[in-house]
């Protein structure tokens, strides 16, 4: 029998690989809540043996992601964590502030799936390091583990948006995202983790067809296939017209409103005409968009000055029949914001 990696499975899972042992679900599901609550195999469970306990420790295997680095914002807060897990590539997981509320202070952890990304985005910087390998579910897990037990408030939020294309490691990403959502597990709400996709239409059709929980953010940033194909290599394999196809049929299965991210870089795709092409593209498809200012520490790509995104932004208002939010990136002085995650030392941005 191989060794069973706990944080590697759901309660399920658990169950299905240790049945043999003689554990139930219900120990399953106990065994899982000690683990990752306490981030340790425990010595004893009430009403459990200890023989069947230590039959148990001898089958199994916990890992744990080794910590290089953490930097902390002293600007908005915002840490960024330099991991290192079962390869020898270094990733990065960040830690978001939620302090808006006084009376109910919390963290997201913003998790990284791979180590580089294949997707080459040029505006970004995982991007441009190319792709090492995927992340399997237990790193993932561990990420947000490692980040809970460093943080003076509670965790209650995760997002797939660090390095890599989640729906391009499905399996391990759709496992962690079940494992952090399972009462038992790392209770955190599903519709407070978001999956985050360039747009890989098997995926999106995959994850709508499971009936997947979780919330589904996909990046658009540009409505004109070649400026988007310019900014975006992914247009090529998996076109505007047939992700907004299979956006539209994730809408009729589920009802769900379609959050579409805009990276928003000056003189590309905030013009009025962007607004118009993006209002065309979306007709009849309830849609809401997420504005980001691009970050990019070389100067190539800038965020729209104050005009400019005024400009867009009335653009919008006109012809999007959609809300529209500017979500603030922060950590940019820690190149820990959107874009900034390369896998390298933790610092400063020049």
Known sequence: ???????????????????????????????????LRRDAFPAELPEVSAVLLERVRRSVTLPHLERLEKTVSPRDGF????????????FEAVRIPLLHRPEDPKYVACVSSQ?????GCVFC????????????AWEMVDQVLKIRDDSPHPVRGVVFMGMGEPLLNYDAVLRAAHILAEPCGGAIAAKAITISTVGIVPGIRRFTAERQPFRLVVSLTSADPERRRA????????????LIATLREYHAATGQRVTLAWVMISGENTRTEDARQLAELTRGLP?????????????????????ELNAFRDALRAGLDAPVARRYSGGSDILAACGLLAGGTCGRAP
């Open 115 to 119: 180590a580089g990304c294949a997707m």
């Open 231 to 242: 900014l975006m290599p992914a247009e090529a394999a998996y076109p505007t017209a047939e």
């Open 125 to 136: 910087a995982t991007g441009r390091g190319g792709f090492r390998r995927n992340l399997e």
């Open 1 to 35: 029998m191989m060794r069973v990696c706990l944080k590697n499975e759901t309660s399920a899972g658990l169950h299905a690989a240790l049945a043999p042992l003689g554990v139930t679900l219900r120990l399953a599901r106990r065994l899982q809540a000690a683990v």
């Open 79 to 90: 840490a960024k964590y330099l991991f290192r897990g079962a390869g020898t590539e270094a």
């Open 287 to 307: 849609v809401k968009l997420d504005l980001i200012d691009v970050n990019d520490p070389s100067g190539r790509f800038r965020p729209p000055p104050a005009a």
